[in-house]
């Protein structure tokens, strides 16, 4: 076992410095974006059956391959700012936002009901400590974790009245540094660990999965991790209580996460996009106090995309049972979002 080196491997503190990681759109690049955006509510198409092919973005395509990149090669996530969501309704901005994530990837069911678009958005005053809350329906601090995708991708269409910063860990520094301190807890990583699949989705087919925290194969490092699935798993049938040195390696890597100059923190304007590799870093965001009004709170639209590019991974690495979304017509589909005016409206009672 070696450390891992490569433009993935960054610090908070040294990116911070910087703003290379920020790409500023065109008016030319948003005037497309807008077009293409009104063309597709015009035609609601099935998100589960349209393609890429059936809106090309032209004048977008050479920003959307080097956002394709940075993700494959490069840092693993990259910020898009200048969409002028405040001037859009909601639907034309979950268009744009879901033709740039086709040109990206195919879009993945989200949950059980099958949405294809979903909502980081707090709908009810639960906090993280009762049993059935949702991370994405919350007001709390999130602890850092990975999506159950290839890439996972954030569109801000309000942000919080205070707090609700972006916050990411590259998984390769992550990993150096467990290395470096507990080189046996690292090896670890490599074994299989339980997921609280309930958690994460109220109507999971089961309680649990599991997965190596890392996957390192054919020279490519990847990882999945999640302390707080892992340890709310605990609670499930079936599952084999952590050991010591998985209790902690998982303290070690929560101690990590939240040292000064690891993470890097991003503020969410409206109208930013955060496309992001869930194996080369893990994401969190901090606490937020929403407006009073309900039409003013923090709203995030999600998207969870497969980008096969051939990146080699050990089997059964991430959650690796989620659906795609060509299930989701095979499948009782009344309750499924599968157009755009719909998808953009969060579901008020889902995980209540």
């Not at 410095?17 to 920020?22: G, M, P, V």
């Not at 602890?143 to 390769?172: I, T, Y």
């Not at 020279?219 to 709310?232: D, K, N, P, Q």
Request: some cysteine.
């Amino acid at each position: 076992m070696r450390p891992i080196d490569g433009p993935f491997a960054w610090r908070g503190s040294d990116l911070a410095a910087r703003k290379d990681w920020i790409v500023e759109l065109t008016e030319a690049q948003i005037e497309e974006l807008r077009s293409v955006g009104d063309q597709f509510v015009k035609d609601d198409p099935d998100l589960r059956t349209v393609t890429a092919a059936d809106y090309p973005l032209p004048r977008c395509a050479d920003a959307v391959a080097a956002f394709g990149d940075a993700l494959d090669r490069g840092r693993g996530f990259v910020l898009v700012r200048g969409l002028p969501t405040d001037t859009w309704d909601d639907a034309l901005a979950g268009a744009v936002f879901f033709v740039m994530g086709l040109h990206l990837g195919v879009p993945m069911r989200q949950n059980a009901l099958g949405d294809l678009l979903d909502h980081v958005i707090a709908t009810s005053d639960k906090t993280l400590a009762e049993a059935d809350a949702l991370p994405s329906r919350v007001r709390d601090r999130l602890d850092f974790h990975s999506d159950s995708s290839d890439v996972v991708a954030l569109m801000c269409l309000r942000a919080a009245k205070e707090g609700g910063a972006s916050s990411l860990v590259s998984g390769a520094t992550l990993f150096n540094e467990v290395l470096a301190r507990r080189p046996d807890l690292a090896a670890l990583l490599l074994e299989p660990w339980y997921f609280d699949w309930r958690k994460q989705d109220p109507d999971a087919p089961a309680d649990h999965y599991t997965s190596p925290i890392v996957s390192w194969t054919d020279g490519v490092f990847s990882m999945y991790a999640g302390t707080s699935m892992i340890r709310s798993a605990q609670r499930h049938d079936g599952v084999p209580p952590l050991s010591p040195a998985q209790n902690e390696a998982l303290d070690l890597l929560d101690t990590i996460t939240h040292e000064p100059g690891i993470a890097l923190d991003m503020d969410f304007r409206p109208g930013d996009v955060q496309w992001l590799l869930n194996y080369a870093a893990l994401h969190s965001r901090t606490s937020f106090v929403d407006h009073p009004e309900p039409q003013r709170r923090r709203h995030l639209l999600r998207l969870w995309l497969k980008r096969d590019v051939g990146r080699p991974l050990v089997p059964g690495f991430g959650k690796h049972v989620v659906a795609g979304r060509d299930q989701a017509r095979t499948e009782d589909d009344s309750r499924g979002h599968f157009h755009v005016a719909d998808a953009v409206v969060p579901r008020q009672d889902w995980g209540q």
